[in-house]
């Protein structure tokens, strides 16, 4: 446990903060999860709308340093591969 003021501030700072990357983590893989069962459901409305929802969703992950950038454009390079493949 820190003993110094700056140290106890330290400590529920991150706390926050990882929280809050523990949400944003898990709202993504939702995403990404209600995706892939449009696409193996073969449902291309469906599918769309989940494309658009997972798309935005690793681009806020980016934005708030979730994801590195390449990393969130290779999921989304595969998101179109897999949403093309259905047509």
Same mark, same amino acid.
């Given at each position: 446990?820190?003993?110094? #003021? =700056? $140290?106890? &501030? ?5 706390? /926050?903060? /990882? ?5 944003? @983590?898990? %709202?993504?893989? /939702?995403?990404i999860k @209600?995706?892939? $069962? *449009?696409?193996? !459901?073969?449902? @291309? +409305? !469906?599918a769309q709308?989940?494309?658009?929802? *997972?798309?935005?969703?690793?681009? %806020? $992950?980016? !934005? #708030? +340093? ?8 290779? #999921?989304? =390079? %595969?998101? /179109?591969?897999?949403?093309? &493949?259905? *047509?």
């Open positions: 446990m820190p003993n110094i #003021k =700056s $140290a106890k &501030k330290r400590v529920k700072v991150i706390a /926050t903060k /990882t929280l809050r990357n523990k949400m944003l @983590k898990s %709202q993504l893989n /939702t995403a @209600k995706f892939k $069962a *449009a696409v193996e !459901a073969g449902d @291309k +409305g !469906a709308v989940a494309y658009v929802a *997972a798309v935005k969703k690793v681009d %806020q $992950a980016v !934005a #708030k +340093g979730i994801l590195h950038k390449n990393n969130a454009a290779h #999921k989304k =390079s %595969q998101f /179109t591969l897999m949403y093309n &493949k259905m *047509a």
